[in-house]
């Protein structure tokens, strides 16, 4: 996106305090980054539930088949990656719309980070169903979310999970990488 868009949407998200520059997000980037690797981990944990043929012995997990929750969580360790970095930079998004807008604005256009990382982020956030919706040049724009991880009727497939789930583990050795240089 344009950096003039990218700068309207913060200026917007700061009206409607979905942005915010606080001194107090600098104490919280290193929790962000242990969220996001827990975050990694349990969708390691998921991943290796579904796949290892012993452990679908167990009378309890023998049925289980939830794909999607292998992207949802990988998802969730690139997001809170990016929190990480914002945090370090004494920025709070509490949207994803707005914290996708400031990585772009802080990381992406001032070439931080190359814009692969972006559309991997893009990428698996769509895998995940989740959306945000954009209301483009209406005056009033209000920015919200919404999840689709109970759409009973999608199949996720496991090769769309581990495509997702090695995205994110390249997107978090990046986002680890600068985090420590910023």
Do not use: P
């Not at 290193?30 to 796949?51: F, G, N, T, W």
């Not at 970095?85 to 004494?90: S, V, W």
């Not at 990428?123 to 689709?148: H, M, N, P, W």
């Amino acid at each position: 996106m344009e950096e003039k868009y990218l700068i309207e949407k913060i200026e917007e998200a700061k009206k409607n305090a979905t942005f915010a520059e606080r001194e107090r997000e600098k104490e919280l980037a290193e929790l962000q980054l242990a969220k996001s690797d827990k975050d990694m981990l349990s969708a390691r944990i998921e991943r290796l539930v579904l796949k290892d043929k012993d452990l679908r012995k167990n009378i309890i997990i023998k049925d289980y088949s939830s794909w999607d929750w292998v992207i949802i969580k990988s998802y969730y360790a690139m997001y809170h990656s990016v929190l990480s970095l914002l945090a370090k930079l004494g920025i709070q998004t509490k949207t994803h719309y707005i914290t996708m807008t400031a990585f772009e604005l802080f990381f992406i256009k001032k070439k931080i980070i190359s814009e692969k990382y972006l559309n991997i982020f893009k990428i698996v956030k769509e895998s995940a169903k989740i959306s945000d919706v954009y209301l483009g040049e209406i005056k009033e724009v209000r920015q919200k979310r919404f999840t689709a991880n109970y759409d009973v009727e999608a199949s996720i497939q496991e090769k769309e999970a581990d495509y997702c789930l090695e995205l994110a583990e390249d997107f978090l050795k990046e986002m680890k990488r600068v985090f420590q240089e910023i």
